[in-house]
């Protein structure tokens, strides 16, 4: 109810019911609707709004890195959430206690699973956002199921001109996937591979954008260009 577990207590005569009334939840029964929870609707549930909460954002960093560098990063799959006891229990002790679901710091929760002194490499490893060539940083979407590989950044293509490789995380193991966009925000291009994208599909994406786009860079030689988040006359060109 709103977001808390209730109890009731029940004294019955055979299958007559004698009396009725509030009661404190079992911590056995809080687990138990937690686990029920978590392998439904894993943790939005415990993070509701549009997009992820921090909790989740959180998961898919650290079991990407599972996926990538194997122990002693742990399986945070959403199939593998039910079983994580310590997560588990934490919910089920902050419901017993009468607390809302979504006032749950399930972020805090899994930071408290992380291995030790592995952790402290977190935001280097599987940042939640990387610097790209323009100076710039942009956020990085990590995958929210194994089937989704790689993470994924989005930014203009201008900010990238110059650049010999694709941003990459855990310990550059692993390229990220550009989403190129027009000066507009407008998706042009999907990418883990720049020097392939200069050397090919990059001039017709620049025949069919840079009469849209005039005021914006649309170099002949994109592999050397310098990258640039700024028109051609802020930039001085």
Known sequence: KGGRLTGRRRTMLGAIPLAEGPARVNAAAAADAVRAALAAEGLARF??????????????RV????????????????????DLGPLVAGIAAELAAGRSAASVDV????????????????????????????????????????????????????EFLGAAQSPAVADGRLPV???????????????????????????????????????????EDPATASPTAKTKRAAGA
């Open 107 to 158: 972020a805090g929760l899994l930071r408290g699973i992380l291995p030790w002194p592995e952790a402290g490499r977190l935001d280097e490893l599987a940042p939640e956002r990387l610097p790209i060539p323009s100076g710039r940083t942009a956020a990085v979407e990590y995958p929210a199921t194994d089937e989704e590989t790689a993470p994924v950044v989005a930014a203009k293509l201008q």
């Open 47 to 60: 993070e509701p709004g549009a997009g992820p909460g921090a909790g989740e954002r959180l998961r898919r």
């Open 177 to 219: 996937v550009l989403h190129l966009l027009s000066p507009a925000g407008r998706p042009l291009a999907v990418t883990a591979d720049l020097p392939s994208f200069w050397a090919g599909p990059y001039a017709h994406v620049r025949a069919e954008n840079r009469g849209r786009y005039p005021k914006h860079p649309w170099p």
């Open 63 to 82: 079991h990407l890195l599972h996926r990538v560098l194997g122990r002693p990063w742990p399986d945070l799959s959403a199939a593998a959430l039910p």
